[in-house]
């Protein structure tokens, strides 16, 4: 279902841009939800969220990484939630502009090795630049980009894992072995929220 919104664009401001599309469908683990996606035809922003019928509260999964299905576990990650392989020390909040996704842990980690390569192109660019020389740095990424290329294929079982948590209970983990838990205040207070919610009211939507 499409409906336009009668509210500026978060990011360009414009009027009149914001279209709202919702689809309900169900997900294993995650059961009944409606799939939220607003879009701005005028400066191309897009943000997903997934909403399941039920609330559930803030909530944690953890997945010990230590046989090849496990890879294939899927993966719901709302606006809301943040991605954790603790062993390393990486994490990925959700950020003003976060966007949901469905996914597996192994695409997960592919996205992890994409944003760790990013980081990397950007030091050399700017040790090129003679802005710095993070020698360090690039080290140091390059063993993260080594750890999680093995994980992602496979060669890394055993060692590692992935942690999701949401404070809004939007995302999961959907394995039988994942651990899922109640987050608790303290946890609650540290994690960044995401976005903030643009549909306020059904009056927001024409
Ligand atoms: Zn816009």
């Known amino acids: ?12 401001k414009s009027e009149g841009s914001l279209k709202l ?22 400066c191309g922003m897009r943000q997903t969220d997934f909403i399941p019928s039920e609330e559930r509260g803030a909530l944690s999964f953890t997945l010990s ?12 990650r709302g ?3 943040t991605v954790r392989i603790p062993e390393l020390d990486l994490e990925v909040s959700p950020g003003t ?8 842990v192994e695409g997960v980690v592919n996205r ?3 944003i760790i390569r990013m980081m990397m192109r950007q030091i050399r660019t700017d040790i090129e630049g003679g802005e710095n020389d993070d020698e360090q ?9 080594m750890a999680l290329t093995a994980l992602a294929k496979g060669e890394l079982l055993g060692d590692l894992s992935l942690e999701i948590l ?15 838990r109640a987050l608790s205040v303290e946890e609650i207070a540290l994690l960044d929220p995401g976005p903030a919610p643009i549909i306020m009211s059904s009056e927001d939507v024409k």
Do not use: W
């Open 21 to 42: 599309l919702s689809m309900s469908s169900e997900i294993p683990y995650f059961g009944e939800h409606t799939q939220i996606t607003l879009s701005c035809d005028k």
């Open 166 to 180: 949401d404070p809004k209970g939007h995302s999961i983990i959907g394995h039988d072995d994942a651990i899922k």
């Open 1 to 12: 279902m499409e409906s336009e919104i009668n509210l500026p664009c978060p990011t360009c």
């Open 112 to 114: 992890f090795i994409d």
């Open 79 to 81: 606006s809301s939630g």
């Open 137 to 145: 740095n690039l080290e140091k990424l390059f063993q993260l980009e």
């Open 65 to 76: 990484i230590e046989k090849d299905e496990h890879l294939q576990a899927r993966i719901v």
């Open 97 to 104: 502009q976060s966007t949901g996704y469905v996914s597996n």
